[in-house]
Every structure is written in C-alpha cells, then in structure tokens.
C-alpha cells in the first residue's frame, strides 16, 4: 500500500504543477502497489478543482488511477494529536502518517519534512 500525500496527487492532477511530471513517474512507479489517501488528503487535492468547476473530473482522474479513500482507524484522535505533539508537522501531514501506519503502508510525499518524519517513524517513503 502506497499512501499518497496531496502534493502528489495534486502533481498527477495539474498539469501546472512543479512537481507534475515527477507525481506521473512516481505513480507509474508503483505498478500493482494499491494506492490511497486519507479522506483528508483527497479533500486538499480536490480544492483548486472545486474552485475551478472541475470536482467531478478529478474525481472521475482519481478514480481512474486507482487511489482510494483510507480510514484513519478508531483511535485517529488521540494517534494524531501525538504525531503532531512529536513532529511538529501541520495535521494534515499528520494525517497521511497515521494512516500510512493504518494500513501498514509506504509514504509518497514531495515535501521533505513529512518524508523524513515518515523515516523517522519506520516508514518508508518515496517521492
């Protein structure tokens, strides 16, 4: 399981984006590896789309390369407010860590500080 970071999945999604063709490798990459996200991490993706009337084609963009919702498990509180009590890291990084360690799944992520807290944590990373 790959759990994927909004930085990716926003490089996939825009062709704009800085980091859009390393998103593409990095996806094309995983092979049969399943690809998720936390509901948190979808929501981050999806707002320049909301904004520019295109939710329902980057969802349908989403859907088409295989990433799905991933639950946080039941104790997602307090497993969170101790990852960001630890790293330091905002709570939506949090997020894709806690459930990264949820699903026992690597991290991808083109922000550095999430990837080395992922390390740090025993989890491996890539981006």
Known sequence: MIVLDASVLIGQLDGRDPHH???????????????????????ETLVAPARAGRLEEAE???????VGELDLG??????????????????PDCCVLATAQQHAGAV???????????????????G
């Open 74 to 91: 039941d104790d997602a509180p307090a497993r969170l407010a101790k990852l960001r009590a630890e790293t330091g890291l905002k709570l």
């Open 108 to 126: 991808a992520s083109f922000d550095k500080d999430l990837a080395a807290a992922a390390e740090e944590l025993g989890l491996k990373s890539h």
């Open 60 to 66: 349908a963009a989403l859907e088409r390369i295989g």
């Open 21 to 43: 063709t390393r998103a593409r490798a990095l996806l094309e990459a995983s092979g049969a590896e399943p690809l998720g996200a936390s509901a948190i991490s979808l929501a």
